[in-house]
């Protein structure tokens, strides 16, 4: 295992961990052994801590406390709670940012809240590359305001912005191909235009700074079971710049968005802020679930996470060069990178599928992506050279071909 | 404590206790000892196996397995599945029922399904004392689609349903009286006026029969965490008869929604029935513990759960009317009667205080009503017993007049 591979032996991936500074945050997980996990990017791994706080939730808070723990253990208030800790990771103040629902969900909220803002304007701009969800729940909001959905060129995307663009809305990192927006540039651009910014986050937070205040951005979504580890399903989040806050409208007006909820008024009163983003009672065993996880961050600085993820994706990408002739999709300059590597192989699902056979667990995205994650929190260079040693295996020895890897899975 | 009362001693309950066929399912729960707890129309109890099932889930298919466990724990399908259990008790078809979102979130994809399906009416009728939440979303549909939101008189809901309406949504058991709407008149009453009939099943399943397919309903909406002990904040459900489905469509669309999620096009195509309900990524932790939590209604009758459940409300209002002076709100009728009791007091806020302090926890519904929940796979005579001499001594030596009582808590 010790064999030279583009330059970089293992030895020296070794010696590039001994020297990481965020070495230490990997024991905050609890990782199965065996395994090299390059999927955390669409579902991160089990932060420790995680099942004692759930169990303390359902054993005392529910079975012992009961309904009292709305007050007594404070679910009221956890979705306030766990908003203040994503929004420090997104560079926003605590009341502008909502942990409630789904991505898509609140894909609706924001945009109809946008479009709201931008009564003259009948326009939402969104790249066709986008996660898929943005783009039909985008279609619905079109649909149902009467507006027209616009897909702009993902290369140029303020060619489409224009007097008429009420709003527009992109996917900071690619999840196909790990490709970053200049996020700056972008969302100054969509100002001049007179339209509102919207940023999802998903493959963002937790693995790159996003810095929503100076980027200037007015709205931002984003998932929580990625790089923040918050587990399969956890809840999403809303961003609403603070300046928007008072003319701020969505029409999901469930109770727990209410300026009174208990007052069990007939009539709809919005609270203040980012709390009219909640809608239903809040899922307290996934929220206290995501809550626990979200501590494998504390202490960690952004800068040190970017810096190891392009540590890890540079180290990636440089083996992968030279070890076997794949096409790297991922730009190979660093500001453009995100936090995975796509590689493109006609058989692309078999590669996935046969790495995962080996130990090493990435995905796959149709039509002919292998898509590797580096969550920095808890992956090693080592692991890295792993992985690689183990692609190229299946390369040479065309494991992808094999037939037990033909058939897809009902999840890709 | 043997004392007579109203013509029913403790022991007399205790022979109801060992005479009842479904004594066996309290042993179901984590019930905390010294505690009556008449507020599962609330929260429900913690079941026995959640805190096992949800650790497993944590551990082993998220931390062990990771990614993989959408395929191989079959988290796909559990939204599906879980479904299906419901549908067993609302007296649907699995296929007729999505489990997803909360209830606030269903209620808008339900009445937006609804109007679009009567594109020729233009009123939606609601009666006011609704819980909150589903007048408010309800408005907003309204508002959203340029429709009328009228309010009936709830002793007489069909009075308000014409030829313009395009669908009556009525809450089966009222949250605060408990009174119960006769689902059968009412729903053919508003078919008879070409308008569809939405329920709100929330205060009814888990404790009353209701029968859907029986009504003949069109649509129902509930939530899980009351009688169906799923859990604070638990995933809710949304039903749909199946002579509608080729039809449905509701705006929430995102991509769990979609035929082929996985495919990643960029138009969406929902689903063949209710599973273009489903939204964003399944809250996988939330629903473990609601499956889990549904074992606690295997192999139970529902006419049974009735009959247990009346038993109860009925002891309660005996003993209630037989030892004090306060108006029972709830029908006491029991036909017309849910499975919870409402006592009306001008201190209510502090009866509910005065008895959570002597161990019966029941609730307050603003501005005058004590409310008590009969949850009837976990509770006793004799805890209905004790829950009114309690009471009675409440009312005795005034406590509720205590100014430690007197401040009302964030969550009522």
Known sequence: MQQMSGGIDRLTAEQMDRADPLAATRDRFALPPGVIYLDGNSLGALPRGVTERVAEVLEAEWGRDLIGSWNTAGWIDLPGRVAGRIAALIGADPDEVAVADSTSVNVFKLLAAAVALRPDRRVIVMEPSTFPTDGYVAASVAQTYGLELRWCDPADPLAAVGADTAVLSLTHVDYRTGRVYDQVQITAGAHAAGALMMWDLCHTAGALPFDLHATGADLAVGCTYKYLNGGPGAPAYAFAARRLHSDLSQPLTGWMGHAEPFEMRRDYVPSAGM??????????????????????????????????????????????????????????????????????????????????????????????????????LYLRAVDVWDAVEQLVQVLQDEEYARPAYAVRAAVT
């Open 275 to 376: 709390r009219r983003f909640q809608v239903g009672t809040p899922p307290i065993i996934a929220l206290s679930a995501l809550d626990a996880a979200l501590d494998a961050f504390d202490g960690v600085e952004l800068a040190a996470l970017r810096a190891k993820s392009l540590q890890l994706t540079s180290l990636f990408i440089e083996l992968v060069r030279a070890r076997t002739d794949l096409e790297v999709v991922t730009p190979l300059d660093p500001e453009r990178r995100g936090s995975q590597v796509s590689l493109r192989h006609p058989a692309a699902y078999g590669v996935a599928q046969a790495l995962i056979a080996r130990g090493v667990v990435g995905d796959f995205r149709t039509p002919d992506i292998a898509r590797f994650g580096f969550a920095p």
